[in-house]
């Protein structure tokens, strides 16, 4: 696994994790005329986002955040969690995004990555919660989707 420090800068200065977020969003992100990046995209929105650790297909981990760092991306859990996303391949607007996640898509490298950083930060901070996006929050997320081996995740991380 290839770790790229990408830092994005929407976040609190300091935090406490206590649980880790698993979320997922286009590896591309198409819009009227442009396309971006997933890590571009988050800095380039007018309401902050951002993440601790993006899992790109090929398994490169972007990592975005310090840990000590907080970063919105769980609305009421940005100071007490650890977010990583994996990053769904191709270029995709909302509407095909959600559409993907349907289906399985993480890549074998791209799983292994996100199984590897998961468990470090389980070892690092002793935390015993792993939930998703949609766990926190059902009534506005779907993420990561039907298409993600949620019940597989869990065991390998060890939680």
């Not at 988050?42 to 840990?67: F, I």
């Not at 059902?138 to 869990?154: A, H, T």
């Amino acid at each position: 696994m290839t770790k790229v420090i990408s830092h994005l800068d929407h976040g609190a200065n300091h935090q406490d994790p206590k649980i880790i977020v698993v979320h997922s969003m286009g590896e591309y992100i198409a819009g009227h005329g442009w396309e971006h990046h997933a890590v571009q995209f988050l800095n380039t929105l007018p309401k902050p986002l951002s993440a601790h650790s993006l899992v790109a297909p090929d398994g490169t981990n972007y990592r975005c955040r310090k840990d000590t760092e907080g970063a919105y991306h769980a609305l009421n859990h940005n100071t007490d969690s650890l977010g990583i996303e994996f990053l769904v391949e191709g270029n995709h607007n909302y509407s095909s995004f959600l559409k993907a996640i349907k289906d399985p898509y993480l890549t074998k490298l791209q799983y292994e990555a996100g199984v590897e950083q998961v468990r470090e930060w389980i070892e690092l901070y002793d935390i015993h919660t792993v939930v998703r996006h949609s766990d926190l929050s059902p009534e506005r997320k779907v993420d990561p989707g039907d298409g993600f081996p949620w019940d597989k995740f869990l065991i390998d991380v060890g939680v």
